[in-house]
């Protein structure tokens, strides 16, 4: 299994960067997949999460209406729209796939909302 993201970067408040997250070595359309973010010194927090299908979606009170998951079964790829970006969006955002109970994560890629 390996997870890729792509697309971090430091944005200006109110700005807005979409994520991708690049699967391989499992069935990735018989997966959901989740977007997690870590500040240091907390815990890493379920941003948002997508079903097999896409269908389904489940956010985080602190960033649903602005935030948008997505999936292309064909590439193998999730995303992670993010607008209206605010400072306390910044964090190393990773993605997630559970597979027979086991958790496999990407390397992170860091977000930085600042002026």
């Known amino acids: 299994v390996q997870l890729v993201e792509s697309g971090g970067g430091l944005v200006q408040p109110g700005g807005s960067l979409r994520l991708s997250c690049a699967a391989s070595?499992?069935?990735?359309?018989?997966?959901?997949m989740s977007w997690y973010r870590q500040v240091p010194g907390k815990e890493r927090e379920l941003v948002a999460q997508i079903s097999r299908a896409g269908a389904t979606t489940t956010y985080a009170d602190s960033v649903k209406g602005r935030f948008t998951i997505s999936r292309d079964n064909a590439k193998n790829t999730v995303y992670l729209q993010m607008d209206t970006l605010k400072p306390e969006d910044t964090a190393v955002y990773y993605c997630k796939v559970r597979r027979f109970q086991n958790d496999y994560w990407g390397q992170g890629t860091q977000v930085t909302v600042s002026t």
């Open positions: 070595g499992f069935s990735f359309s018989d997966y959901y």
